[in-house]
């Protein structure tokens, strides 16, 4: 499978003690903060997350994730480029696909590894979820 048909296929999840910040790229990421996103669901090429704060279609961000469970994982400069955006109530929805080849450090396979590791750690914990409740929780494809 190419890597388009497989980013489009792969299930997304969107539970877990996953935390996620963005800043913008450029001038204004220079000057700007770190902002904490509700952050919707996750795999190793993408994610979505809802902001108050408006990001511009194909721009460029950076994000820093941190989840903690059974193992923690913190990375910070993943370089994502915003592919969709919606309006939702008072906050917008952006779809972002990680940008591997952004750079030397997306490029390495620490990045790419690690990405999937969380994507990992958070099945596990939806299957873990779903054994407790005895119920399905939201895996979805795109």
């Given at each position: ?19 996620v910040?963005v ?11 770190s ?23 194909d ?9 903690k ?13 915003v ?28 990045v ?31």
């Amino acid at each position: 499978m190419n890597y388009q048909n497989d980013r489009r296929s792969r299930l997304r999840f969107d539970h877990g003690n996953l935390s996620v910040k963005v800043k913008r790229t450029g001038i204004s990421g220079i000057f700007g903060k770190s902002k904490i996103v509700n952050w919707k669901d996750f795999n190793k090429y993408g994610m979505a997350f809802e902001s108050r704060h408006r990001f511009n279609l194909d721009s460029k961000i950076t994000l820093q994730l941190c989840i903690k469970d059974e193992k923690e994982f913190n990375i910070s400069n993943i370089t994502g480029v915003v592919r969709n955006i919606g309006k939702y109530s008072d906050n917008f929805r952006c779809g972002v696909e990680f940008d591997y080849n952004s750079n030397e450090f997306m490029k390495s396979e620490n990045v790419k590894q690690t990405l999937f590791e969380i994507e990992q750690l958070l099945n596990s914990i939806l299957l873990r979820l779903e054994k407790n409740n005895g119920s399905q929780i939201m895996r979805r494809k795109l």
